[in-house]
């Protein structure tokens, strides 16, 4: 099973993650937690180069290093672990492309929507958990974080963005989620122990049953 988290900065990605692993290798599964970008040694390379505000990167070259991320992430890490049985979970992946490069940068959707095709070989996440809340929210809460990590706010590549960056990012989550099955849209305003528990409901039956009654 491949499960990818999409949302906006503080959408609570990483605690919903985390809740999920932890029940699912309860419930005796194996379980892959991974990320783009930085999935994979070539990913953490990329990963570096991408998070670094200081570096101006053309969207159309930050769109490649996202696919090269992706497509070596597919090969090396997500597919073989599928391979071998365990549950995959991906902390943004594809859809992350489309909404950040097309509906923030402005590229192209169907050009994007091509590359995608190329870069992960067809291989589509069985369920996608659209994180979503209100922009002002997800900034005030990833500001919270890095302020409590002594982070500047800077220092997270796409935090310095504008809130109308974010408006647009989020609207293109919606609207692309609208349109593609796999989407589960959780509203994630809620606290994350909420969230959590709406995520577990929905893949429950979809789990092999829990041993020992
Ligand atoms: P990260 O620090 O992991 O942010 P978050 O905690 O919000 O996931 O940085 C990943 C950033 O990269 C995030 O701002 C979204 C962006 N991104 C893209 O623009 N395109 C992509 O294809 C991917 C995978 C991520």
């Known amino acids: 099973m491949f499960l990818s988290f999409e949302g906006i900065e503080g959408a609570g990605k ?15 599964l194996r379980v892959v937690l991974t990320l783009e970008p ?10 570096a180069c991408l998070l670094n505000a200081d570096r101006r990167i053309a969207p159309e070259a930050e769109l490649f290093l996202y696919l090269a991320d992706r497509a070596q992430h597919v090969r090396e890490v997500i597919r073989p672990a599928l391979d071998r049985g365990e549950v995959v979970l991906s902390d943004r992946y594809a859809d992350s492309t489309i909404v950040y490069q097309g509906s923030g940068r402005g590229l192209n959707l169907k ?4 590359l995608n095709r190329l870069a992960v070989d067809g291989l589509w996440p069985d369920l996608t ?10 900034l005030e809460r990833a500001r919270a ?21 974010h408006r647009r990012v989020r609207q293109g989550y919606l609207a692309w989620a609208a349109r593609q ?5 959780l509203d994630a305003s809620r606290p994350p122990e909420e ?19």
Request: aromatic share 8%.
């Open 129 to 138: 958990f659209l994180l979503d809340l209100p922009p002002e929210m997800g």
């Open 14 to 28: 990483g605690t919903a993650l985390e809740r999920t692993r932890r029940w699912m290798a309860g419930r005796g």
């Open 111 to 114: 050009v994007l929507a091509g």
């Open 38 to 47: 930085g999935g994979s040694a070539l990913g953490r390379e990329l990963r």
């Open 145 to 165: 974080r890095n302020k409590a990590l002594g982070l500047e706010i800077r220092e997270g590549r796409f935090e310095a963005e504008s809130l109308d960056f």
């Open 195 to 213: 969230v959590f528990q709406e995520i577990r409901r929905i893949l429950e039956p979809l789990l092999p049953p829990a041993s020992g009654g």
């Open 181 to 185: 099955p796999r989407f589960r849209v």
